[in-house]
């Protein structure tokens, strides 16, 4: 009876896919009929599946040639929508990869909510669109600037980006806009402010050896923490303005500000709890520089051996800052315990319950979230609500009271945002 079927790891199936040939389940010695061919399967049949711990179908030998159609329809549907959408889907092309490495090494990610009609740039902005970079339309045709920006600058909803040889030029025009917006509207001050940070924490990421880079963190985090007890009501313009394309600046940055709101929504004082706090979730990746960039920024999933490589950052990331700095020891709490979980099954140490710190409990909340929310070349980025309700399903990993917390700070500030916005 054995010898009649093959089994199929359930991934191999895709959802809204119809696949034309019988699925079976195995029952201990036997095989009963799950889905007859020619009906779609639905997102509902998986989870199903999942929830009842079912990791593999079985097709009949006698489908094989029928099966294996099937999945060489499935990989030519996967390779042209990764050409023809470049971020969509994972990368098949060579070409492709080659060029979306390109692009994370030479430019830098801005927000568009700094720019308004009527301002004079001195220096070029661009689209990031389909794994390609466009000039802006007030840039196109003119080489040289400054640049005045119109009421089309930046209409399209899609990533704007500027060229790593001007960021000292960007960096001199959000410090402007951060002395023109102090007694301007907080949303406006949260946005100059929150690019400056991003570009403090790229700095540390480029050399974190440094200790002046560190000193720019540290006062980075202070104003930060400043802002946000200030306007612990409306912060949400610190906090991403949309999930797009992972980056590590971007998401430490995100951590930051996320972990310093749930401190300040659970009653840490500032000084040193909310600071440190701060400090330790800028840096909480900073082992991710000693990480093989290619790796990092991998346009699709990591392989089982690639992601051990990878859970290695957490402890480069200590090592190199014990080796270059004093810091106080609450500092390395997040950058050592964000990937640990309450039942003991997260890394590098499998630490559970009261072993991790309240630092520990904050980060690795925040960080999951964050990762959740973005969005990455193989996989889209889940809304606000899709990703507490996973956490919610697996709330057993996290401290509760804290998840509860984080939840109910979440939903007020993106009451905020959408009165803002």
């Given at each position: ?9 359930l ?14 389940i ?9 889905r007859k ?7 509902t049949f ?7 711990k ?11 040639k ?29 070409g492709?990869?080659?060029r979306?490495?390109?692009?994370l090494d ?6 568009r909510?700094?720019?308004?009609p009527?301002?004079?740039?001195t ?19 003119r ?12 209409s ?7 060229r ?6 960007y960096r ?5 806009l ?5 007694a ?8 100059a ?10 700095d540390?990421?480029?050399?974190p ?16 923490v ?24 971007v ?16 009653g ?10 701060g ?13 093989d ?33 004093e810091l ?7 950058v050592?315990?964000?990937h640990?979980k309450?039942?003991?099954i997260?890394y590098?140490?499998?630490?559970k319950?009261?072993?991790?710190t ?5 980060s ?11 969005e990455?070349?193989y996989?889209?980025?889940?809304s ?9 399903k ?6 509760n009271?804290?998840?509860t ?5 979440l ?5 905020q945002k959408?009165?803002?916005?």
């Amino acid at each position: 009876m054995a010898e009649q079927f093959f089994p199929v790891p359930l991934r191999r199936i895709v959802v809204d896919t119809v696949p034309n040939f019988d699925l079976f389940i195995r029952q201990k010695d036997r095989y009963v009929l799950y889905r007859k061919a020619n009906i779609k399967f639905e997102r509902t049949f998986l989870n199903n599946l999942i929830e009842n711990k079912i990791e593999s179908l079985y097709v009949s030998k006698a489908d094989l040639k029928l099966y294996e159609k099937y999945r060489e329809d499935i990989r030519v549907e996967q390779e042209r929508t990764a050409k023809s959408k470049g971020f969509s889907g994972i990368f098949i092309d060579p070409g492709e990869i080659t060029r979306y490495h390109e692009i994370l090494d030479n430019y830098h990610v801005v927000d568009r909510h700094l720019f308004e009609p009527g301002q004079s740039l001195t220096f070029p902005v661009f689209y990031h669109e389909n794994n390609d970079i466009y000039l802006a339309e007030d840039f196109e045709g003119r080489p040289e600037g400054p640049w005045e920006l119109t009421l089309e600058s930046f209409s399209k909803d899609l990533e704007l980006l500027i060229r790593n040889e001007d960021k000292p030029a960007y960096r001199m025009f959000v410090q402007g806009l951060m002395t023109d917006l102090k007694a301007g509207p907080v949303e406006h001050q949260a946005t100059a402010l929150r690019e400056m940070s991003k570009m403090v924490v790229k700095d540390v990421l480029d050399d974190p050896r440094s200790g002046e880079s560190i000193k720019s963190a540290n006062t980075s985090v202070q104003g930060l923490v400043e802002f946000i007890m200030e306007n612990d009501a409306s912060f949400y313009s610190l906090m991403k303005i949309s999930g797009h394309d992972y980056y590590t600046y971007v998401h430490s940055m995100n951590v930051c500000t996320f972990c310093i709101g749930l401190g300040t929504a659970i009653g840490l004082p500032k000084s040193p709890d909310l600071e440190l706090l701060g400090l330790g979730a800028m840096l909480h990746d900073v082992g991710k520089s000693l990480v093989d960039p290619l790796l990092i920024n991998k346009p699709g999933r990591l392989t089982d051996e690639e992601f051990q490589k990878m859970k290695d950052h957490v402890l480069l990331g200590v090592n190199i800052l014990k080796e270059n700095h004093e810091l106080p020891d609450r500092v390395y709490e997040p950058v050592a315990q964000h990937h640990e979980k309450m039942t003991g099954i997260g890394y590098p140490y499998g630490l559970k319950d009261d072993q991790i710190t309240q630092f520990g409990r904050i980060s690795s909340i925040v960080d999951i979230y964050d990762a959740l929310t973005t969005e990455r070349s193989y996989k889209k980025a889940l809304s606000p609500f899709e990703a507490l309700s996973f956490l919610s399903k697996t709330q057993k990993d996290y401290d509760n009271n804290l998840l509860t917390q984080f939840i109910l700070m979440l939903g007020k500030q993106i009451e905020q945002k959408a009165k803002t916005y």
